[in-house]
């Protein structure tokens, strides 16, 4: 059990880049279809004849009308549908709900799985799904070179409740104007968006200057400080996840207080002193990092509070002394 | 105190993208004709944008692709879908209406959608001015006699395509009418009732109301 705990890091990071090159694929996918549907091969440009066949090469084990079939995979993570599952985010229904000030039911419903797989466990859509975190820890990394380089790079901190205010303001803002604030602004929404609009339509919108510069922000000020003080997804689900039943323990026999985990958490918590709270997002970095396998995943509604220095540190031995 | 200044600036940061386009383009610059509603939308604009979360299901299911997106020009409609029907007219095959999660696209028969009314400019439609027989419009109508029908007048000549109360507003026939200055357009049906059908009245479009 503790050897498939480890490398969980890295099925997490399988499954970011499957969601990303999904979020790439479907697209294309989807000029496959129009093509196909024009019913006209031989009116195609070069460009749109080696997507076609491209497409036709990779689908062709699994559909037989691309037109129809290939519909059952369909949207982003901000909406979409899974084999006839319809999908929503959560912040997008409160979006919805705050701007129409009605409540559809149908489109409630598509968000109810993404719903209780929260209230379970907490933020694991910002640590496993969301496809901006792909690219957010990308960058995370890009500053960690930065840093070795001697660049400047990010070293503010701000206050963590701030991205509750952000929720408010977004709420307030979409019951006034009746439009859907977040969408605008949240960074999975513009991920999925531009993505489908620079290659199926005219090029990127406006959304990638601003998700440009939320990478900036973060390189620049405060790490992954979007996701951690100003996303207002990771706010509602930070709130959902309140009382998440799983949890990330710190067996405090095995702990050597070598404190990896507390510099490899990108979401600036504090496994050492048994502080997860629910901003973790689940992604299990301080487990991989772990060098004596304390940390593990636990049912339990509410963190431990903090249980002493490690066992196996100095700290302990000299207060046993 | 300097906390607050902080967070002030990161919430106004956060709402870059939504104030610049309310303030920078706070109407559609466009014709209203040349951006359409989709099939099965909610009736108004206004509320057409309360219910649409701005996923983009409704263009990547669209077999013609002839669903597009405000961009920034399109004001507080922006990431919102329309159809042009000038570059791509819509085929009525509902897939989008199926597919939107919201109450936006509603499942409708096809029959009951409602994108607006044609409204052809008699002063520039080929039948229509006695340049010889056309029919383009009808012939490519997917609801047939209920929507456009050819009409034999002595004073033309030829048989002239009158819009009748069943078009539904898909825009077929602005996709396929052969004159270049597109005498047909769509139309808000309110606007264009087939009592005002063919008055040939060249006037400043109007914009799109928010």
Redesign the interface.
């Known amino acids: 059990m503790k050897d498939i705990v480890r490398h969980l890091n890295k099925v997490r990071w399988g499954v970011l880049t499957i969601i990303f090159a999904m979020l790439i694929l ?2 294309f996918l ?2 496959y ?2 093509y196909e ?2 019913h006209a091969y031989d009116l195609l440009a070069p460009s749109e004849k080696s997507i076609y066949d491209s497409m036709e090469w990779l689908t062709k084990p699994f559909v037989k009308d691309p ?1 129809v079939e290939l ?1 059952e995979l ?3 993570t ?4 899974l084999f006839g599952l ?1 999908m ?1 985010d959560p912040l ?1 229904v409160v ?2 709900i705050a ?3 009605n409540i ?1 039911w ?2 409630l419903l ?1 968000a109810l799985i993404p719903i209780l797989l929260t209230v379970v466990f907490g933020r694991f859509f910002c640590g496993w799904i969301c496809p901006a975190t792909f690219i957010y820890e990308l960058n995370d990394n890009l500053a960690a070179w930065m840093r070795k380089a001697g660049l400047p790079v990010s070293k503010h901190k ?2 963590k409740r ?1 991205k509750y ?2 929720l408010a ?2 709420i307030i ?1 979409s019951a006034a ?5 977040f ?3 949240y960074p999975p ?1 513009i991920i ?2 531009e993505i ?2 620079s290659i ?3 090029g990127f ?3 990638m ?2 998700f440009l ?1 939320t990478l900036f ?1 973060d390189l620049m000020v405060t790490r992954r400080g979007f996701c951690r ?2 996303c ?1 997804g990771g706010a509602l689900y930070s709130l959902l996840g309140w009382f998440r039943l799983v949890r990330i323990k710190r067996d405090v026999t095995q702990c050597n207080d070598c404190a990896k985990c507390n510099v490899v958490c990108q979401f600036g918590l504090d496994p050492l002193r048994d502080d997860f709270s629910q901003e973790c997002n689940n992604c299990t970095a301080c487990i991989a990092v772990c060098p004596t396998d304390a940390l593990s995943f636990t049912l339990n509604i509410k963190d431990v509070p903090f249980q002493g220095p490690g066992h196996l540190g100095h700290k302990h031995k000299r207060d046993e002394a | 105190m300097q906390k607050v200044t902080v967070g002030l600036g990161l919430i106004g940061f956060s709402s870059l993208p939504f104030v610049l386009s309310k303030f920078l383009f706070p109407k559609v610059l466009v014709d209203a004709h040349t951006r359409i509603p989709l099939p099965g939308a909610l009736a108004g604009q206004d509320a057409f944008l309360e219910a649409c979360i701005g996923c983009g299901l409704c263009g990547e299911v669209c077999p013609p692709d002839c669903i597009k997106f405000h961009s920034v020009d399109g004001g507080f409609a922006s990431n919102t879908p329309y159809i042009d029907p000038s570059r791509k007219a819509c085929i009525l095959c509902g897939y989008c209406m199926e597919i939107c999660p919201t109450e936006a696209l509603t499942v409708t028969d096809i029959r009951e959608v409602d994108m607006g009314t044609a409204q052809i400019d008699q002063v520039a439609c080929y039948p229509w001015v006695d340049k010889g027989v056309c029919g383009a419009c009808f012939a490519i109508c997917p609801l047939g006699d209920e929507a456009i029908k050819l009409e034999f007048r002595k004073s033309n000549r030829s048989a002239v395509p009158v819009i009748q109360e069943g078009c539904v507003g898909c825009g077929q026939c602005v996709e396929v009418c052969p004159e270049p200055s597109l005498p047909i357009r769509i139309v808000d049906r309110s606007q264009g009732t087939v009592a005002r059908h063919g008055v040939a009245i060249r006037k400043k479009p109007e914009m799109l109301k928010f």
Not at chain 1, 78 to 81: A, D, N, R, Y
Not at chain 1, 177 to 181: H, K, L, S
């Open positions: 479907l697209p989807h000029l279809q129009s549907a024009a037109e519909n369909k949207g982003t901000w909406s979409g549908t319809k929503s997008a979006g919805q701007a129409g000030k559809y149908p489109f598509t701000l206050d701030l205010f952000v303001a977004g803002i104007t009746g439009m859907i604030a969408a605008t602004m929404a999925g968006r489908y609009y199926a339509l005219t919108g406006t959304g200057v601003f510069l922000f003080y100003v207002p």
